[in-house]
């Protein structure tokens, strides 16, 4: 198949996946939306779809609206980079499941460096999430050490440290160092100079982390597609016994690929506090880790991909939270859209027929094409 | 103090029960080649599901049949998506638990909603002692000094999932179905060479396993809690993955290591009994789990070792 009919079909199989998403979204609405009969219940679900898919960045009135796109774009932080660690240990087959205690204990680390270290401006910054991406990275050696040496499941292990993270947080958080001036469990405040600036200063907590996000997006693809390390990962994904037998150290591949996952969501975690807040109150797992593995299958596990897959779901992430505010839709919907679109982006045989269509036709085409020529050539 | 009194025994078997249901259901799978980790998952929408039946229907006996019903039903969907469409199992499992964690919530919302016209978080406040799964006291068991104050008195569910340890036994390595089971996960071309139907036997293997988290389930929001809460199966769907290998992928030896995790969190909650932090105790049967899952490889890798010496 040519390179643009592979591009049509990618396409064309992506809108049907969200398309089939939103239908099931629609028929989820229609069964809860308001209404005593079936054509207000039809009249109040379409309102609340589109409450969902067009009010995050248009307002009331019709006019395009600011504070929403950049709500939006804010949103995109934390499972930009949730995302781009879940699509470097999914290309190598490393169902590592850990990003989501990972980005909790990035964020965790890098509030503790905000509040207790002294140091100037920007070095304090730099230090703070580059301390909590580490954590996590070193953290992940536990579940790669023990896939890469011993075999076990990395995906049981990662699951497991979730929980433990978030245990020993909320323990350290109770016992040491809660701000018990305060009503709710918050550590004290983090240091002034600690806060990353702002890009857009309406409260949508858009900070200069984005770019960074941007950022990490072309160093992860550079990485991946123009490395050798990046190719070992990526040829461990796709045959693993072909990279064992041309010499490369799989152990070792299996391991940088789940540390450099760890440490992605780690530094995640950590913008995400010093751009979004001035003191650390998560008590449970944020789910930036498992919306993380939604991007990265939307974006077939390509980095440049991520932040188009990060836009598409914090933009419905939003809209879920309007819908419930403004319709009386459940928020939580969001996440069986989610699930939804992503089984079915994963789906290989998914729309194979039309593939296989396609594939039919560019080849008639091309043997036309050479018996055209040759008919030419004939003259 | 001492804490292995018999009520602690008790609560052993009582805490292992919706574990060992649950890696019954990954014992089966693994050895069909049907890694399932939507269990978990499974297990969140049959708890649901269950403690809202036997509400509507009034009969506990129902509940678990709709639970039942739901599990197999979602497993017989990731079937479909897993072996039809050729989604990678792993991630049809991850969609699954992601429906299972937010997907519930909504779900318990928009129900309550639409039948009560009020939106509940939980299902707690319908639930009343008449929906529960009885407990059974065991006539003369019962009055054995010790042992039987251990076994006797728990939930149905429970002397069930005891009995299904044995029938998996017969179901895999006693009935033609069973051999199909195990050669479809061994080698899958070589049984289709033989006029074994995989795919059939691939969907039989996933629907037993989603049955099986289904009554895990149940037990859950239907005796072990007062009805049926959010994330309220707390990761005990991915424990049964870590006893299922720690078993060895063999019924018995998963039932034992079932078993250690109920002897994990019981003795965690003896020891939060005494004013210890409680997130400091919770984290004990996910660290048991890494532990013991190295432990097994360990020991897997120097039987290896072993074999490899004796034949040279």
Not at chain 2, 126 to 131: R, S, V
Request: with cysteine; glycine share 10%; hydrophobic share 50%.
């Amino acid at each position: 198949m040519s390179r643009k009919n592979s591009i049509k079909f990618s396409l064309i199989r992506g809108l049907a996946a969200m398309g089939i998403a939103l239908a099931v979204a629609f028929l989820l609405i229609l069964f809860s939306a308001n209404g005593s009969n079936l054509p207000e219940k039809f009249s109040s679900s379409l309102a609340a779809l589109r409450e969902m898919l067009i009010s995050p960045v248009i307002r009331k009135n019709g006019t395009f609206s600011v504070k929403g796109l950049s709500d939006v774009l804010a949103g995109m932080i934390p499972i930009m980079f949730t995302g781009l660690a879940t699509c470097i240990m999914f290309a190598a087959n490393q169902f590592n499941l850990g990003a989501e205690g990972g980005i909790m204990l990035g964020a965790f680390v890098t509030a503790l460096v905000a509040i207790y270290l002294p140091l100037p401006t920007p070095a304090l910054m730099v230090v703070a999430v580059l301390v909590g991406g580490l954590s996590v990275g070193i953290l992940m050696l536990i579940p790669a050490v023990l896939k890469a040496k011993l075999g076990v499941s990395e995906m049981v292990n990662s699951l497991m440290l979730n929980y433990v993270i978030m245990y020993f947080i909320n323990y350290l958080m109770n016992s040491y160092l809660a701000d018990t001036s305060k009503g709710i469990t918050q550590t004290f405040p983090f240091r002034a100079n600690a806060l990353i600036p702002q890009m857009i200063n309406n409260g949508s907590r858009l900070s200069w982390g984005f770019v960074v996000g941007l950022i990490m997006v072309v160093l992860s693809w550079l990485f991946m597609y123009r490395t050798r390390w990046g190719y070992g990962i990526r040829m461990t994904g796709i045959n693993q016994p072909f990279v064992m037998y041309s010499g490369m150290n799989v152990a070792l591949i299996v391991i940088l690929c789940q540390v450099l996952g760890g440490f992605l969501a780690g530094i995640g975690g950590g913008i995400e506090m010093l751009g979004r807040y001035n003191v650390y109150n998560w008590s449970a797992l944020p789910g930036y880790g498992w919306t993380g593995i939604t991007v990265a299958i939307l974006a077939g596990n390509n980095p440049l991909f991520v932040p188009l897959a990060a836009f598409f779901m914090s933009y419905l992430t939003k809209g879920c939270t309007l819908m419930s505010t403004n319709a009386n839709v459940p928020s939580q919907l969001i996440s069986i859209i989610q699930a939804v679109i992503f089984i079915f982006f994963a789906a290989q045989q998914f729309m194979s027929g039309y593939r296989q269509k396609l594939v039919v036709k560019s080849a008639q085409e091309e043997q036309a094409k050479a018996r055209q020529e040759g008919e030419r050539s004939d003259q | 103090m001492n804490i292995f009194t018999t009520d602690f025994f008790f609560s052993i078997i009582r805490i292992a029960t919706p574990i060992l249901l649950a890696t019954l259901a990954a014992v089966i799978g693994e050895k069909g080649g049907v890694s399932n980790i939507g269990l978990e998952g499974i297990m969140m929408m049959s708890a649901l599901f269950g403690s809202l039946g036997a509400y509507w229907t009034g009969s506990w006996l129902l509940g678990l049949v709709i639970a039942m019903v739901v599990g197999l039903i979602e497993a017989l969907l990731m079937g479909f998506f897993a072996f039809k469409l050729q989604t990678d199992i792993i991630l049809v499992g991850t969609a699954v638990n992601m429906i299972g964690s937010g997907g519930t919530i909504f779900l318990v919302k928009t129900i309550s909603n639409t039948v009560m016209g009020q939106s509940l978080t939980s299902t707690t406040s319908l639930i009343t002692k008449a929906h529960q799964i009885p407990s059974i006291s065991i006539p003369y068991v019962r009055d054995i000094p010790v042992v039987g104050k251990v076994i006797s008195g728990h939930s149905l569910l429970t002397y069930i999932a005891f009995l299904l340890v044995i029938f998996t036994i017969i179901l895999l390595y006693k009935t033609p179905l069973g051999l199909n089971i195990r050669s479809v996960g061994e080698n899958p071309n070589a049984a289709a060479s033989v006029g074994v139907s995989v795919s059939r036997i691939r969907y039989i293997t996933i629907g037993i396993g989603g049955v099986l988290a289904g009554l895990g389930g149940a037990y859950m929001s239907m005796y072990y809690a007062m009805g049926w809460s959010l994330d309220m199966v707390a990761g005990r769907g991915f424990i049964a993955l870590a006893a299922q290998s720690m078993g060895g992928g063999e019924p018995v030896g998963s039932m034992l290591a079932a078993l250690v995790f109920g002897f994990a969190q019981a003795l965690g909650i003896k020891v939060s009994a005494t004013g210890v932090d409680s997130n400091l105790v919770a984290p004990i049967p996910y660290i048991v789990t890494i532990i013991s899952l190295v432990l097994f490889a360990l020991n897997q890798r120097r039987k290896e070792r072993k074999r490899f010496a004796a034949a040279a």
